[in-house]
């Protein structure tokens, strides 16, 4: 690698960040509401019993839950690894992003009773602070499965965690390419993530692509683009 291959890969980050705040992105997403609160989540561990070979091995898509709430722990662990930090003075994550502009937006949908200590609702994932901050109160499980075609697992599950893209913030610097490839290698990647934690942590999950976009956009009240419905919960009989 040349000097100057070098220097911008080293910059890339940087001007990525400074792009962003110019064009008004930045960490932001297109809510139509304000939030009401803010729930600071436990920090993440960085090792655990699984390890990666066993995961990857092991790694099914699950559409069968126990009656169980997961804990806040759980769902601090799901949130990092889909799109924690892991690199405070560059803003990595836990995913690639194309040229760290980092198009997704987390949002996870908290069913009546889905996950000790925290009240049903919709919550917003703010990966630097790694903090929920609530949008919405009330459980919309039953109408997250209804726009999910009736997919049942949506409903049983205790939380369902929803992946939207603001395209513009990589499109600003790829063009059509990052609407068509780069945003849509990003999401698949953050599911994968999701789907390897899910197996440390003794939970399931499934990717769901099938649902109505504008209904998903009108019940999470945003208007960004949804790319995945994950369910998420205990999983029956636990692990091999």
């Known amino acids: ?6 220097l911008a890969y080293i ?5 990525a960040s400074i792009g962003l705040a110019l064009i008004g992105y930045g960490d932001r997403s297109r809510r139509v509401s304000r939030p009401l609160g803010m729930i600071h989540l436990p920090p993440p561990r960085y090792d655990s019993n699984v390890s990666i070979e066993h995961a990857l091995k092991v ?6 839950y126990e009656d169980k709430p997961l804990t806040l722990e759980q769902v601090s662990q799901l949130a990092w690894a889909a799109q924690g930090i892991t690199d405070k003075r560059y803003g990595f994550r836990t995913a690639p992003s194309a040229g760290a502009t980092y198009p997704l937006e987390i949002y996870i949908v908290v069913k009546k009773d889905g996950v000790e200590g925290l009240p049903e609702g919709i919550y917003h994932y703010l990966p630097r602070e790694h903090v929920l901050e609530l949008i919405k109160s009330g459980d919309y499980s039953r109408e997250l499965m209804y726009a999910c075609l009736d997919q049942e697992w949506v409903g049983d ?3 369902n965690i929803v992946i939207t893209a603001i395209y513009e913030r990589t499109t600003w610097r790829y063009g059509e390419r990052g609407r068509i490839r780069y945003v849509h290698m990003e999401v698949g990647h953050v599911g994968q993530n999701i789907y390897l934690q899910c197996v440390s ?3 399931g999950c499934v990717v769901i692509g099938a649902f109505h976009d504008e209904e998903v956009k009108k019940i999470i009240g945003v208007d960004e683009e949804p790319l995945y419905v994950i369910p998420v919960g205990v999983k029956k009989g636990g692990w091999p």
């Open 59 to 64: 790694r099914r898509s699950v559409r069968e």
């Open 1 to 6: 690698m040349n000097r100057r291959m070098l």
């Open 201 to 203: 942590l003794g939970l």
């Open 157 to 159: 599950a205790a939380i």
């Open 11 to 15: 910059l890339a980050p940087a001007f």
